[in-house]
């Protein structure tokens, strides 16, 4: 029968592994790593557990002491084991917040920002000027009646006039209206009998007509003004007005006689050429002035059909196309660059 073999040089065998895991500890230098060392040193296959699990083939009266032995070896080993993690996870900590360092100086990448068309801009603008000087803002449909766009206007069928406009017809009757002027009369009729009658109104129009500086589809600014005792010099005052808003405290404007069927008298209103002043140039065609507006006194006719008594009220109108004067302002030879919104034109603004 054979004796168990009592193994001696237990302390030996311990410190050796005591050493060689506190050693493997203090190298290690990630927490996969330590992982390892744990495993090699208290895995369930590991040297000090193996040393533990042979305890039985001591003598029964030494065990108690290579027991607390081993156990204490455990403990340190284990110790160690928490203070490198505890280390390692900090020194990790460290190295990815190194990596994911921004540097908060480095130019950053340009984040593109929209802005107003220059149409709008400029209608925005145009818009301020009468708001204000108290007019008020109105907005009227884009598809009109004959009767509004022409008859309440004093152009009766036949009239000269409509072949100025040449008009989209949708039906007999009804048409995309070619100028803001058919909102003079509804206006007026929506606020019949109150005094004063101060409009403003910006909108598309459409005619036939498409080239350089013609578009089909356009927008035009059309102002009214109704009350006792309105005569031309309100009119002049208030474009004169406008034109300084406009294009600075040097413009001057002049009024030319014209003829439009709903006003009279009627008349062109130049602006002194805002690109070279007034003493002539390319764009005014050496005139030393640019035309940007129709205007005149509302006819009778017209004032009636608003429901107002020509006898009573007077008032003055006006008309006038936002591209023109935006074009002027900005030197844009074609109109029809506003409504292509192509971007590396309307970037430039
Ligand atoms: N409606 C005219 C046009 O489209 C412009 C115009 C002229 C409007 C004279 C007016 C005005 O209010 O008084 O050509």
């Known amino acids: 029968m054979d004796e168990p073999t009592v193994r001696t040089g237990w302390r030996e065998e311990l410190e050796r592994a005591r050493r060689e895991a506190l050693a493997a500890i203090a190298r290690a230098t990630s927490t996969a790593e330590l992982e390892e060392v744990r495993v090699a040193a208290l895995g369930r296959k590991g040297a000090i557990t193996a040393f533990l699990r042979s305890l039985s083939q001591y003598p029964p009266e030494e065990r108690p002491q290579i027991g607390r032995v081993a156990n204490a070896v ?76 022409f008859e309440a206007l004093n152009i009766p069928k036949g009239h000269p006039a409509r072949d100025m406009q040449d008009s989209f017809y949708m039906n007999e009757g009804i048409l995309l209206r070619t100028h803001t002027s058919p909102m003079q009369v509804r206006f007026m009729q929506s606020r019949a009998p109150d005094l004063p009658v101060r409009m403003i109104t910006v909108g598309r129009v459409y005619r036939r007509d498409d080239d350089a500086t013609h578009s089909p589809m356009f927008t035009q600014v059309e102002g009214l003004l109704v009350d006792r005792g309105v005569h031309l010099g309100h009119l002049k005052w208030t474009l004169e007005e406008f034109a300084r808003r406009v294009y600075g405290e040097g413009a001057r404007i002049r009024l030319r006689p014209s003829y439009f069927p709903f006003t009279e008298p009627s008349m062109e209103v130049d602006v002194s050429c805002t690109i070279c002043g007034g003493g002539g140039c390319r764009t005014c065609k050496g005139t030393g002035w640019l035309e940007i507006l129709g205007a005149g006194m509302v006819h009778p006719r017209v004032i009636r059909n608003g429901g107002y008594d020509p006898d009573e009220v007077s008032g003055f109108a006006f008309g006038m196309g936002p591209e023109r004067i935006a074009m002027l302002k900005y030197g844009i030879d074609d109109l029809r660059l506003f409504f292509q919104n192509d971007l590396r034109f309307l970037e430039q603004f």
């Open 74 to 149: 455990r403990d340190e080993v284990e110790a160690a084991l928490d203070a490198a993690a505890e280390r390692i996870g900090q020194e990790e900590e460290a190295r990815r917040l190194l990596e994911e360092t921004v540097d908060v100086t480095l130019p950053g990448t340009p984040v593109a920002t929209g802005h107003a068309h220059p149409l709008n801009t400029v209608i925005r603008e145009i818009e301020d000027i009468f708001l204000s000087m108290g007019f008020e803002l109105a907005e009227g449909p884009e598809i009109e009646t004959d009767a509004y766009n």
